[in-house]
């Protein structure tokens, strides 16, 4: 790990106007992705800037008839809180698929948003990567892709996104809040937050450089019937393979987003009308214009079949 400096922030306007007035600063709170790519020297950087107690940690209702979650709620809380186990159980059950209890007791709203790719060839550093090292070349193009993109991948990049509470933050159709180096304050769509890899793989999200997360915004409940489930190569915590977030009304409407295909949760709201056709229709929507290989190609039949055991599951309960 190289050296670094280190800070702890005093307000979350002060901790992203430090981020953006230090050359390659970064900000740290539960540090269970940060950590392991520095001392991998994937991340190297020069400052860090700890935001902790930042008071960022709590749930509150929203007048709107919605929560606000704090940037620095832990995934465990997060799970448990009993608001979010009733009006928004995909939620709940995507962040205990997620990781271990330890890593959960760790990791944060923000940080678990942010996390980036386990596309082993970025985690390589003797690899080329555009993710890693931009205009390297992409090492996974050609190489072994049975983890990787189907849908929205570029030239430059086939990794996927790891998160497993994105593709339900997706479904939910949240809001990420944020403070900007000269205190101004937004909200970004959920739908707006991520990028499609395009040319610049390394630029995964919307935020500027120095903004900070500091709250994820949950619109009032949908209702339904919520289910999340993740497809993995072993039945201990691993990253999906595929994953299906659904929420499913009485008369078989409903919302579906997937994970483990793309380089952000992947969700088509156009493909929602197909829901009550079942699996086959809604899926041939979801994933129109897959480019497959010969290592991938099953994660199309995977999405269509896990979605159809949740629709049956929904019918008969």
Same mark, same amino acid.
């Given at each position: 790990?190289?050296?670094?400096?280190?800070?702890?922030?005093?307000?979350?306007?002060?901790?992203?106007?430090?981020?953006?007035?230090?050359?390659?600063?970064?900000?740290?709170?539960?540090?269970?992705?940060?950590?392991?790519?520095?001392?991998?020297?994937?991340?190297?950087?020069?400052?860090?800037?700890?935001?902790?107690?930042?008071?960022?940690?709590?749930?509150?209702?929203?007048?709107?008839?919605?929560?606000?979650?704090?940037?620095?709620?832990?995934?465990?809380?997060?799970?448990?809180?009993?608001?979010?186990?009733?009006?928004?159980?995909?939620?709940?059950?995507?962040?205990?698929?997620?990781?271990?209890?330890?890593?959960?007791?760790?990791?944060?709203?923000?940080?678990?948003?942010?996390?980036?790719?386990?596309?082993?060839?970025?985690?390589?550093?003797?690899?080329?990567?555009?993710?890693?090292?931009?205009?390297?070349?992409?090492?996974?193009?050609?190489?072994?892709?049975?983890?990787?993109?189907?849908?929205?991948?570029?030239?430059?990049?086939?990794?996927?996104?790891?998160? %497993?509470? @994105?593709?339900?933050?997706?479904? !939910?159709?949240?809001?990420?809040?944020? *403070?900007? /180096? +000269? &205190? #101004?304050? =937004?909200?970004?769509?959920?739908?707006?937050?991520?990028?499609?890899?395009?040319?610049?793989?390394?630029?995964?999200?919307?935020?500027?450089?120095?903004?900070?997360?500091?709250?994820?915004?949950?619109?009032?409940?949908?209702?339904?019937?919520?289910?999340?489930?993740?497809?993995? %190569?072993? @039945?201990?915590?691993?990253?999906? !393979?595929?994953?299906?977030?659904?929420? *499913?009304? /009485? +008369? &078989? #409407?409903? =919302?579906?987003?997937?994970?483990?295909?793309?380089?952000?949760?992947?969700?088509?709201?156009?493909?929602?009308?197909?829901?009550?056709?079942?699996?086959?229709?809604?899926?041939?929507?979801?994933?129109?214009?897959?480019?497959?290989?010969?290592?991938?190609?099953?994660?199309?039949?995977?999405?269509?079949?896990?979605?159809?055991?949740?629709?049956?599951?929904?019918?008969?309960?």
């Amino acid at each position: 790990m190289k050296a670094f400096s280190y800070q702890k922030a005093a307000t979350p306007a002060d901790a992203a106007a430090a981020a953006a007035r230090t050359p390659n600063a970064r900000f740290i709170a539960g540090g269970t992705n940060l950590l392991d790519l520095m001392k991998l020297e994937i991340e190297t950087p020069a400052h860090l800037i700890d935001v902790n107690g930042l008071a960022l940690d709590k749930i509150e209702a929203t007048k709107e008839g919605g929560l606000r979650i704090g940037a620095l709620v832990r995934n465990t809380d997060l799970a448990a809180d009993a608001r979010v186990r009733k009006d928004y159980a995909v939620l709940s059950r995507a962040l205990l698929a997620g990781a271990s209890t330890q890593l959960r007791n760790k990791a944060t709203t923000a940080g678990n948003l942010l996390q980036r790719t386990r596309c082993p060839y970025f985690y390589d550093t003797n690899m080329p990567c555009n993710k890693r090292v931009p205009g390297s070349g992409c090492s996974a193009i050609g190489g072994h892709t049975r983890g990787h993109a189907i849908v929205g991948q570029s030239e430059a990049c086939i990794a996927t996104h790891p998160s %497993d509470m @994105a593709v339900a933050m997706q479904l !939910l159709d949240a809001g990420v809040e944020t *403070v900007r /180096p +000269d &205190g #101004s304050a =937004r909200t970004i769509p959920i739908a707006d937050f991520y990028r499609l890899p395009g040319t610049t793989p390394h630029i995964e999200h919307s935020l500027m450089p120095g903004e900070l997360i500091t709250a994820v915004t949950l619109p009032k409940p949908l209702g339904g019937k919520h289910y999340y489930r993740k497809v993995r %190569d072993r @039945a201990s915590y691993a990253f999906a !393979l595929i994953s299906v977030a659904a929420v *499913v009304q /009485p +008369d &078989g #409407s409903g =919302r579906v987003a997937v994970g483990g295909v793309a380089h952000r949760p992947w969700r088509v709201p156009a493909a929602e009308s197909q829901l009550p056709r079942g699996g086959k229709a809604t899926t041939a929507q979801l994933l129109a214009g897959a480019r497959t290989t010969d290592d991938n190609a099953f994660k199309i039949l995977l999405v269509e079949r896990t979605l159809d055991a949740i629709l049956a599951q929904a019918r008969a309960s």
